[in-house]
C-alpha cells in the first residue's frame, strides 16, 4: 500500500478452508486486521487520508463466509458498517459451519438474508449485490437469475414493511408482544391466504 499511496483496497474474512485455520477469519477479526494494517503504513499520502478520517482498508463480507464462522449475518455487516469499511457485499446461501458452499442466494436460510438485507436498508445502503455463487447442478444462467429473483424478491418484502410500525415494535416491546411476529408473517403471506384480523400496533 505505501508502494501505491492513496490505494485503498478490501478483503474477505474467511475462517477455513483450503486451511484449517486462516488468520483475520472472522468479521469481528478482520476489523481488526484493517486497523493494524492501517497502522503500519508509512506513505504521506496514506497517513493523511487516515488523519481526514476515511479507512484505507474494508472489507468485502461474504454471506458464505459469515455463516461458516457461525455469526449472526445481519450483526456482522452492521460491525462493518458501524466502522466505516463495508467496500462491498457477495451473496449466496451457506448452512451454518460445514465447507464452503456458495449456493445460490435464498435457498437455505432466507429470513438470514431477509434480516441482512432490512439492516442494510436501515443504514440507507447503496452499493452493489455482489453474487458469489458455484452453481454446480444447473446452467450458471438460470442460477444466477434464480439468485437475482430471490434479491429483488427480498427486498420488495422489506421495502413493504410498514418500518414505523417495525420501530415501534423495537422500541416499545412490551406494548407490542408478538407484533412483530405478526407483520413478518403477513409480509411473507402470499397473496390471498386467509389470515387473522392483524394486531394493533402501539406506537
Not at 472472522?26 to 497502522?39: M, N, P
Not at 482498508?57 to 466502522?83: C, K, T, W
Not at 442460477?143 to 415494535?169: G, Q, T, Y
Request: aromatic share 6%; net charge negative; with cysteine.
Amino acid at each position: 500500500m505505501d508502494a501505491v499511496p492513496g490505494l485503498r483496497i478490501a478483503f474477505e474474512p474467511k475462517p477455513y478452508e483450503p486451511r484449517g485455520h486462516i488468520y483475520f477469519g472472522t468479521t469481528s477479526e478482520g476489523l481488526l486486521a484493517c486497523k493494524a494494517i492501517e497502522g503500519m503504513v508509512k506513505a504521506p499520502e496514506n497517513r493523511k487520508i487516515l488523519e481526514q478520517g476515511h479507512a484505507l482498508v474494508g472489507m468485502n463480507p461474504e454471506v458464505g463466509h459469515i455463516l461458516m464462522g457461525f455469526e449472526d449475518l445481519s450483526y456482522a455487516l452492521s460491525l462493518v458498517l458501524e466502522q466505516g469499511r463495508l467496500a462491498h457485499t457477495h451473496w449466496n446461501s451457506q448452512p451454518l459451519g460445514n465447507f464452503d458452499q456458495d449456493l445460490d442466494i435464498g435457498v437455505i436460510s432466507p429470513e438470514q438474508a431477509l434480516a441482512a438485507l432490512y439492516m442494510l436498508k436501515m443504514h440507507h445502503y447503496q452499493g452493489y449485490f455482489g453474487i458469489d455463487i458455484n452453481p454446480e447442478r444447473m446452467p450458471v444462467r438460470q442460477a444466477l437469475l434464480n439468485s437475482m429473483d430471490a434479491l429483488k424478491w427480498m427486498n420488495d418484502v422489506i421495502n413493504r414493511l410498514d418500518h414505523e410500525a417495525v420501530v415501534a415494535c423495537t422500541e416499545k416491546p412490551h406494548l407490542n408482544r408478538g407484533v412483530l411476529e405478526a407483520l413478518l408473517i403477513r409480509a411473507l403471506a402470499p397473496a390471498g391466504v386467509k389470515l387473522s384480523e392483524p394486531p394493533k400496533v402501539q406506537k
